[in-house]
Structures are given as structure tokens and as C-alpha cells.
């Protein structure tokens, strides 16, 4: 029987994760705690079951090299550039001046100079694992500190390279320039022919694996580019951890990269679950209890000054101060990177046991906190907002007066893709409205192209009322985050309680407690996606445009009460008709040129007769026609709201589009016309 103590190491490893993470996940506790701890327990410093230094030492470099191999192959070159200033200015504003800082307090602690630069190294990277992870956890990888705290993640993955490079140069001070100037040069060849020839040769070797049309071969391809890449950056000095990372980013750039990283990802969280126990295991927990108070003083150091440092490299980028200081905590931690470079400092004689030891209890308690910190980041912000005085609305003279006489308009908060559909609705309809962003750039761009919009949080009681939301009809969040969008329901309904709140949220599972804080219509992405998939197939079996939109709002109907678990509290004319068992549906048509309803209007065409459907409603540039007289003509272009049952709106639609033109799915469904009209909206034809 063969003995393979790695592979006990292993089963051991994931046979004690398994009720630790558990446990956690009952108790509400982020899983990289879990394996932290899971290290603590099983480690040589811990019950011994993973007793051998080297045994650990090789578990803590597979970890390294699985996990950076992974984080690689989900970076993209092309990406990186596509971010441009966040990436650049916020990553270089974040990383060099944590460097200084702390390089300075290791001078005053009397450390020589190149210990003190190797100990800001080290502090300056954050953990990209556990940005990813709790961040998409909490669905807050789209808002605005989200999408900053991961440019200046992947800056930091980035510049490990050259801070890598570092390492001999600083090790070889005292043996002389020369030999460290050769150490630096041997690693930056290296890394610069491992980068060039894999541009070169993995687009090559990938299109020749692929045309076996093999997937298991694929993916053995990919391992192996990974592993190797590892490997030949150590025969040049470079570690292993940072040849995977490479080879990682070199194989996401091509055209195969995809695909390589859906084989991957299925074994990312495993490639954590290793590295995050390997570090536990490498933690002496007697440096902690030898010296608590210098413990927790340089975990307290980490933690403040890298998200003050942070939150001023956002501010950098013109981000509301909330967003900085929710994204400053979010870096406030010491990352995987880190590890690499204090084996090769240790290996190096940059660092001496003691010193290891001592960066890795302060490594891993700001692990260990960092979910926390992030779960606790937003509150944090808005109360050291608050109590600074800061204003988080920038309003311009002009647009204060246009703001101060705005009246029954509609307060639009984001100005994404949804934000600017909503606004062109609204200017197309001419209703007054107002849009509240927290991106700088897209302000000022919106802004410069004529829109009402104001740098502001739209989830901060102070900035709604002076957009006055006392005054206005409704409010339309259209923001990516559920924590954001629960605090900008609740606000709006605390100020206003006759104001109708309409949310977009990503999930159908967000419905019921939207409607708990107030909001009296939510429109869940993933649910209308699969409606508008729905309507497309039922289009491509020929199926009339009429029925589809029937179809389409009873699945509407049953679905959102299922998901929802209550009524709604409105209705639709269709909602209406289904409750009394009569399928009647209301469909929208433009009036196209050479239609036959061109120069007629609903008498003169015989419409009631000839379809059985009826004109509701008639909207003309910026003017809604409710009640067309009878010298009312259409027009091509005119947008005609029919009401009837499917069948006599199946027949009534033609008549408004040009002959031989093929029926289209419904432009869009309005709702039943208000009790009365805007003040805006026009009777006359």
C-alpha cells in the first residue's frame, strides 16, 4: 500500500473544512473565515494533524500558484485598458503612497531601509480572492465603489510583477549593486519572454488543441500551460505563484480564453479553499497570544491607514465621499500577493521568523475581518458623511432654479442603461423629470448633452428633498445594488408617502421586501428577460402579436404573485378582464407611411366594425390625445394604443402599417390612461 502524504494532507484538509464551513454558514460567518480557521485547527501549531513544515509549505505554494492561476485567467488585458483613469490613477494613488507610509513607520520603528520598503510591499496589496468573492456575494460588484475597489485590485495584481522584482534588488544591497542589478535583469528577461512568447505560442497551441474537438484534452492543455508557465518563471528566479498568475493573463487574451475559464472556475473556490487553510496552517497562534496588544496595534494600523489611503485614491477619481469611504474599507486588508512576497523576502533574508510571524497573524486577523468590514463599509461611510458635513449633492445655480420650480415630475435615480430609457420616455412625453448619478464622468457627459441631471445620492434623505420629493409623482430607482435600492425605497417612502416608488432590481427574489419598504411596483430583470425570450419564440411559431402580449401578462401576472406572495395593488385593464374569465389585451402600433389608416380617424375607418378593437389613446410627438374629435386624422408616425380581445387586435393592427409589412412584436405596453390627464397632455387632435 503506497503512502502519499500530500494526498492525506488534502483529504484531511477538506474533510475538517466541510463542518467548519458549515457551521459558518449557519451562524452567518463568510467562508474564508471558515478556512482560515480550518488552517488554525489542523496545522502544526494547531492539533497537528498536518504536522510536517514542508508538507505545509508545499500545500501553502499549490494553494498559491491554483488560486493566482484562476484570478488570472479572469483578468483581461483588453478589460484592464477598458477601465483607463480607475485602473491607472486610483491603483497608483492607492498602492505607491501605502508603500511610503508604511516603509516611514518601519523607519521609525528602526527597521534598515530595505526592510522597511519590503514591509510597505507587503502591506500595500489587498486580497483580489476576497474582493471577488464577498463583493459578488453581496451583489455589489456594479455600484460605484464596486467596480473602483476592482480597478484598483487588478492595478495591484498588476504591479506585483515589478514589485517582485524588487526583492533581489533590495536582498542584494549589501552584497553590491552589481550582483542585484544581474538578479533583476535574469527575472525581467524571464517574465518578459514568458509574457511575449505566450501572446505568441498559446493562440497557436489552443487553435491546434481545439481542433480535436476534445474537451478533456482543452482542459488538460490549459492545466498544463498554467503549471508550466509556473514552472519556467522559477527556473528564472521569478516564483511560482507569479508564473500561474501570468500564464492565467496571457491565456484570457486569447480567443480561447473563455472557454478556458468556465474549465476553471468550477475549481476556483476549491483552489481557495487551500490557499486560505494553508495560510491558517502557517500561522503560529502563540505570536498572538505572546503579544496581543502589538498584534491587533499593527492589525488597527493596516485596517485605518489602508482605507484612508484608499478612500483618498477614490476621491482622486471625483467618487461621493460615501462611495471612497466604502471603498477604502473594502481594501483595508492584506492579500494573497502578499504571501508570495514574504516567502521570497524570508527566502531573501529580508525578513527573519519573528518578523513572518508577526506579518502573518496581522495578514490573517485582516482577512478575517475584511468580510466584516465590507458588510459594515456603507453604514460607516454615511456616518462619517454625516458628521463631516458633507453635502452629497452638487447643484449649480441654474440647475437649483430649475430643481426649485420642478412640480409633479418624476426623480430618476441612476443613469445607466435603464436610467436613460426611462428619461427618454419622459422627455419623449414631455413630463418633467429629474436624474440624480453618483459617476462623475457620466454627469458631466449627460449634463454637457442637455440633461437634467445632479451629482448626488439618491438614497440620502437630504438630496431628495431638495430635488423635492415632497412634490414629485414618482421616483425610479434604476441602481444595480439591492442594499442601496432597500435604503432608497425606504427614504423615499419616509418623505413622501403618497409618492409612487417604481424599483428595477436584478432578482425576483428582491420583490417582497421591496414592497415590505414601500414600493409599489418592482420590475425584476431576470423575470422580464424571460418574458421578453418567451414573447421572441412565441413570434418565431407565427403566433400573433396581440396573443403573445395576452400571454405575456397573465405569465406576468401569475409568476409576480408567486414570487412576490401577495396581490398587487394595482391592476391592469388585461388583469381585469382575465379575473372575468374575457381575454382582452391592449396593444400599441405605429402609424406607418401608406397605412391604411392614414388621413382616417377611428369612424371614418370603420374600426369598431371591421376589428372589434377601439383607440384608447393616440400619442402624437409630446401630445397624448385621449378622446380624438372627429375631425381628428392619423398620421404616420402617430403611436396608437388599441384595447379588445386578441382576435380583434390581431385584425385591427394591420390597418395601421404599411401593406405587405410583416407584423412586429408590441413597441411597448402602456398602462390604462390616469383618471385625469397630465397637464401637458391635449385633448384637441
Not at 514591509?119 to 474582493?131: E, K, M, Q, R
Not at 519572454?193 to 505560442?201: D, E, H
Not at 474549465?263 to 503579544?291: E, H, K, N, W
Not at 452629497?392 to 426623480?411: R, S, Y
Amino acid at each position: 500500500m503506497h503512502d502519499l502524504p500530500i494526498l492525506r494532507d488534502l483529504v484531511l484538509l477538506i474533510t475538517v473544512a466541510i463542518p467548519v464551513v458549515i457551521l459558518a454558514h449557519r451562524v452567518k460567518v463568510p467562508s474564508i473565515v471558515a478556512f482560515l480557521i480550518t488552517g488554525l485547527l489542523i496545522g502544526p501549531h494547531g492539533l497537528g494533524l498536518i504536522g510536517e513544515g514542508d508538507m505545509v509549505a508545499a500545500l501553502a505554494e499549490v494553494g498559491t500558484v491554483l488560486l493566482l492561476f484562476a484570478i488570472g485567467l479572469e483578468l483581461q488585458l483588453s478589460r484592464i485598458l477598458s477601465l483607463g483613469r480607475e485602473v491607472v490613477q486610483g491603483g497608483a494613488l492607492q498602492l505607491l503612497p501605502t508603500m511610503a507610509v508604511f516603509a516611514g513607520l518601519g523607519l521609525l520603528a528602526g527597521v534598515p531601509l530595505s526592510g522597511a520598503v519590503f514591509a510597505g510591499a507587503l502591506v500595500a496589496f489587498s486580497s483580489t480572492a476576497i474582493i471577488l468573492k464577498v463583493y459578488a456575494q453581496r451583489n455589489e460588484l456594479d455600484t460605484t465603489h464596486g467596480r473602483v475597489v476592482v480597478a484598483i485590485a487588478i492595478f495591484q495584481d498588476l504591479a506585483v510583477v515589478p514589485v517582485m522584482l524588487l526583492v533581489p534588488l533590495l536582498a542584494g544591497a549589501a552584497s553590491g549593486p552589481l550582483a542585484a542589478a544581474r538578479g533583476v535583469a535574469l527575472s525581467l528577461a524571464g517574465v518578459a519572454a514568458l509574457f511575449v512568447a505566450g501572446r505568441w505560442l498559446v493562440p497557436v497551441i489552443l487553435e491546434r488543441v481545439v481542433g480535436l474537438r476534445n474537451r478533456e484534452i482543452f482542459t488538460l492543455c490549459v492545466v498544463f500551460l498554467g503549471l508550466g508557465a509556473a514552472y519556467l518563471a522559477s527556473l528564472f528566479g521569478v516564483s511560482l505563484a507569479l508564473g500561474a498568475f501570468l500564464a492565467g493573463l496571457v491565456i484570457s487574451e486569447s480567443e480561447y480564453g473563455l472557454q478556458a475559464l468556465s474549465d476553471v472556475l468550477p475549481f476556483r473556490d476549491t483552489f481557495g479553499a487551500i490557499f486560505f487553510t494553508s495560510v491558517g496552517m502557517l500561522l503560529d497562534p502563540r505570536t498572538i497570544v505572546a503579544r496581543p496588544l502589538a498584534v491587533l496595534a499593527a492589525v488597527a494600523a493596516v485596517v485605518l491607514l489602508k482605507a484612508a489611503i484608499g478612500a483618498l485614491a477614490v476621491l482622486s477619481l471625483r467618487r461621493p465621499l460615501v462611495a471612497s469611504i466604502t471603498a477604502g474599507l473594502g481594501l483595508a486588508q492584506i492579500g494573497e500577493f502578499s504571501f508570495v512576497l514574504a516567502s521570497a523576502g524570508v527566502a531573501a533574508g529580508l525578513m527573519h521568523a519573528d518578523g513572518y510571524q508577526m506579518f502573518l497573524a496581522a495578514s490573517v486577523l485582516s482577512m478575517v475581518v475584511a468580510p466584516f468590514l465590507i458588510a459594515s463599509a456603507q453604514p460607516v461611510g454615511e456616518w462619517i458623511a454625516a458628521r463631516s458635513g458633507h453635502v452629497p449633492l452638487v447643484m449649480l445655480t441654474a440647475e437649483h432654479a430649475v430643481v426649485v420650480a420642478l412640480d409633479d415630475h418624476v426623480i430618476i435615480v441612476g443613469y445607466g442603461l435603464n436610467g436613460r430609457n426611462v428619461a427618454r420616455a419622459l422627455r419623449s412625453s414631455g413630463i418633467r423629470y429629474v436624474i440624480l448619478e453618483q459617476h462623475g464622468a457620466v454627469v458631466r457627459a449627460a449634463r454637457a448633452a442637455g440633461e437634467h441631471i445632479l451629482f448626488g445620492d439618491g438614497t440620502s434623505t437630504e438630496v431628495l428633498e431638495r430635488v423635492g420629493i415632497h412634490r414629485a409623482r414618482v421616483i425610479v430607482f434604476c441602481i444595480a445594488a439591492p442594499d442601496v435600492e432597500r435604503r432608497g425605497v425606504a427614504a423615499a417612502r419616509g418623505l413622501n408617502p403618497k409618492i409612487h416608488i417604481v424599483v428595477r432590481t436584478r432578482y425576483v427574489a428582491a420583490i417582497d421586501d421591496l414592497r415590505k419598504l414601500g414600493a409599489n411596483e418592482v420590475v425584476p430583470e431576470e423575470f422580464e428577460t424571460s418574458l421578453e425570450i418567451f414573447g421572441r419564440v412565441l413570434r418565431c411559431y407565427g403566433v400573433p402579436g396581440s396573443t403573445i402580449r395576452a400571454e405575456t401578462e397573465a405569465v406576468r401576472k401569475d409568476h409576480y404573485e408567486v414570487f412576490a406572495g401577495r396581490e398587487r395593488p394595482y391592476g391592469t385593464l388585461t388583469d381585469l378582464a382575465l379575473a372575468h374569465g374575457v381575454r382582452i389585451g391592449v396593444e400599441s402600433v405605429d402609424v406607418e407611411g401608406g397605412a391604411e389608416a392614414v388621413g382616417e380617424n377611428p369612424f371614418t375607418l370603420t374600426l369598431r366594425k371591421r376589428s372589434g378593437a377601439t383607440v384608447v389613446t393616440v400619442i402624437r410627438e409630446r401630445a397624448v390625445i385621449y378622446e380624438p374629435e372627429p375631425a381628428f386624422r392619423f398620421r404616420e408616425g402617430d403611436t396608437v394604443v388599441l384595447v379588445g380581445v386578441p382576435e380583434a387586435l390581431t385584425r385591427a393592427i394591420p390597418l395601421f402599417q404599411a401593406p405587405g409589412a410583416p407584423e412586429e412584436l408590441p413597441r411597448s405596453a402602456l398602462p390604462l390612461p390616469p383618471a385625469s390627464p397630465p397637464a401637458d397632455a391635449t385633448r384637441r387632435p
